[in-house]
């Protein structure tokens, strides 16, 4: 880890440190998220560590994009920024302007969403459904299909029908469906942005997240264990819990591991869907553990 990732690593945990409490998660449940928490986000360009400094970013590499994800999962702030950051990606490796306010990415769950040239200005037709933070999104950025070949636009997410959802965690999850939506802005899509480069990048994202939440959990755990006092003894002096916290710290390190793993290898291009598939899976093994645990 390098001086410029450990400032940003020193700067993301005090802004989240800071700045999510219970109050804002509670909000969010009803809200779907935090646009306050938000503001200071992007103030910070936490979201656009990953994209160039001449494309609009903050010049910074995925490693640290992922430090940065890893820490607001840690925190479960309730913004969108690994999707934004998705976002931001695909359109600055298609030379494309990112335009500013939360975004998110459509279609993710292998729905075909077609696009149509009339004259400069491109329109798109289909439907995606579970589109994380579409009804808070200001943009949606579409990965289509037309005669041309794939194309990358950016669409006014007030031009789409939204149909509001949510996940377990209280997060947006919405169905949107373009009907003949205007782009605001479209190009080529290069020969690396693919349907499958993009999941592989949110599995990413996701694992990133998980780990950081099951870093804070195994840390709220082992708080509870020096507090609570139980037949005389804080439980944490029994020793089944301490087994049991040793369990999950193990759970915990390896999933850290296979996520950051993972962000290293996309960055390099070296056995990058593995790599990710791998920390997916450890990840949602170590939540299943640490959740039982």
């Known amino acids: 880890m390098n001086e410029i990732r450990a400032m940003l690593i020193d700067s993301a945990t005090r802004l989240f440190s800071e700045q999510v409490d219970a109050k804002i998660l509670d909000a969010a449940k009803e809200d779907g998220w935090s646009a306050k928490l938000w503001e200071i986000v992007e103030e910070a360009q936490l979201p656009y560590v990953s994209v160039a400094e001449e494309a609009g970013g903050a010049g910074g590499s995925l490693s640290d994009l992922a430090a940065v994800v890893r820490i607001a999962g840690r925190h479960a702030a309730p913004v969108p920024l690994a ?22 990415l459509a279609p993710l769950h292998g729905e075909k969403i077609t696009a149509r040239k009339n004259g400069a200005q491109w329109t798109l037709s289909g ?13 949606l950025v579409v990965l289509a299909a037309s005669s041309e070949g794939d194309i990358v636009a950016c669409v006014d997410a007030s031009k789409c029908k939204v149909t509001p959802g949510r996940n377990l965690a209280f997060e947006p999850r919405d169905d949107v469906v373009f009907d003949n939506a205007e782009a605001v802005a479209a190009a080529k899509a290069g020969n690396d942005i693919t349907h499958a480069a993009i999941r592989e990048r949110g599995a990413l994202m996701r694992s990133l997240q998980m780990a950081g939440a099951l870093e804070r959990a195994l840390e709220l755990a082992a708080r509870y264990a020096g507090e609570r ?13 301490q087994q049991e916290l040793a369990r999950c710290a193990g759970e915990v390190a390896a999933a ?38």
């Open 229 to 241: 006092v139980q037949f005389g003894r804080k439980i944490g002096q029994f020793q089944a819990i």
């Open 127 to 139: 439907s995606a459904k579970r589109v994380p933070f579409a009804r808070i999104a200001g943009h």
């Open 83 to 104: 999707e934004t950051a998705l976002a931001a990606w695909l359109l600055s490796e298609s030379n494309l302007k990112i335009p500013a306010g939360p975004l998110t």
């Open 256 to 293: 850290v591991a296979a996520a950051l793993s993972a962000a290293g290898a996309v960055e390099r291009n070296q056995n990058a869907a593995f790599a990710v598939a791998s920390a997916k899976i450890r990840t949602a093994q170590a939540a299943q553990e640490g959740a039982m645990i």
